[in-house]
């Protein structure tokens, strides 16, 4: 069974930084690219990023481009995403995701397997 669980989330000021983690188990992590998702509250959920099972090409929304470095630890089954430089319009809830077909890059579509999520909030 596909198990995701983000944590790092919190409250931040505008311009602080954050560290997020998503713990992979239940399938063979190394071989899956990997993405984040987000989802304000009253809209649909918005790709951010995402990278390749060898963590070699990574691909960014144009939102976040910049300010937003994912990684992946392999040997750990974990997925990162730092964020610096946040915003207000970052608050979100965030979601790690993957699925059997799913490869990383720009359009690529939302995988189907995502974890529970955790909640960004950018405010003074």
């Known amino acids: 069974e596909v198990q995701l669980v983000e944590s790092g989330g919190g409250l931040v000021q505008p311009g602080g930084s954050l560290r997020l983690s998503c713990a992979a188990s239940g399938f063979t992590f190394g071989r899956y690219d990997m993405c984040w998702v987000r989802q304000a509250p009253g809209k649909g959920p918005e790709w951010v990023s995402s990278i390749h099972s060898g963590g070699g090409t990574t691909y960014y929304a144009d939102s976040v481009k910049g300010r937003f470095t994912i990684t992946r630890d392999n040997a750990k089954n974990t997925l990162y995403l730092q964020m610096n430089s946040l915003k207000p319009e970052d608050t979100a809830v965030y979601y790690c995701?993957?699925?059997?077909?799913?490869?990383?890059?720009?359009?690529?579509?939302?995988?189907?397997?995502w974890g529970h999520g955790t909640q960004v909030t950018v405010s003074s």
């Open positions: 995701a993957t699925g059997d077909d799913y490869l990383a890059g720009l359009n690529t579509g939302f995988p189907e397997f």
